[in-house]
């Protein structure tokens, strides 16, 4: 009697096991991951990438809403149709902002205008210019005599195009791919422009300035070289443009 009841014990202990596992159990851990992998590809081919997510993939607009953002303590007003990146789009307190127009009259973005927005051949007519909190440690003039010029093969240049002294870089130095380009102005400002040569590696070669705007705010901008011939409008209009959007003109 005692093993037959040990033995109904045990049938109905197995018994209940088999009640609390569920013949669903299975099939739908497959459905789950099936659906999970599933999720995965589609994310991974058709989601956003973790740069768009942040804005920092271009993404063009051309809406004239203004964006009310602060740089350098400064108040501006930017146009949508100028920004490139989405997180320029963002208003509040930013350590620096990065635009894009057509020279050489800075030209917002329109629909119209897309194609040659997104041109990054040799002669592109896009130019690049970012305005940020100016906090360099050297102004344009001392980077030009304590840096640049400690670089070149022939301190003294010789007369380059456009009313511009060229000034060729040592081959051991970090800017050997890089042509100087320097005006010496007689009002006491001094420009500073380096333009990358056109090589194998550089087929598409661009020229930058970086300088102090005001007080508080610098403007770094990059265009391509060829139109390095039209560097005195191309500065004024930037710098122009720049200063056009501040809230209050008169802050310095």
Not at 26 to 32: A, D, E, F, M, V
Not at 128 to 133: G, R
Not at 167 to 189: A, H, K, M, P, T
């Amino acid at each position: 009697m005692a093993r037959r009841r040990k033995k109904r014990m045990i049938s109905e202990d197995f018994g209940v096991e088999a009640k609390q596992d569920s013949s669903w159990t299975l099939p739908l851990t497959i459905i789950g991951v099936t659906l999970l992998l599933s999720f995965g590809f589609v994310y991974y081919y058709f989601g956003p990438t973790i740069s768009e997510l942040r804005g920092d993939t271009p993404d063009p607009s051309a809406s004239s809403l203004p964006i009310d953002i602060t740089v350098g303590g400064v108040d501006l007003v930017v146009p949508t149709n100028l920004t490139r990146y989405p997180r320029a789009r963002t208003p509040g307190v930013k350590d620096s902002v990065s635009l894009y127009a057509l020279l050489p009259n800075m030209e917002a973005f329109s629909t119209d205008k897309q194609e040659i927005f997104d041109n990054n051949e040799s002669d592109s007519p896009v130019i690049y210019f970012t305005i940020n909190a100016y906090d360099a440690a050297l102004e344009e003039s001392e980077r030009l005599d304590q840096i640049y010029l400690e670089l070149v093969v022939d301190p003294k240049g010789r007369q380059g195009p456009y009313g511009l002294t060229v000034y060729e870089f040592i081959e051991n130095s970090g800017y050997r791919d890089e042509d100087l380009f320097v005006d010496y102005d007689q009002d006491g400002e001094t420009v500073v422009i380096r333009c990358y040569r056109q090589m194998d590696h550089i087929p598409s070669p661009h020229c930058r300035r970086d300088l102090r705007l005001t007080d508080t705010l610098g403007l770094s901008y990059i265009y391509k070289r060829p139109w390095l011939a039209q560097w005195k409008e191309i500065d004024r209009n930037v710098k122009a443009l720049t200063l056009s959007m501040r809230n209050d003109p008169s802050v310095n």
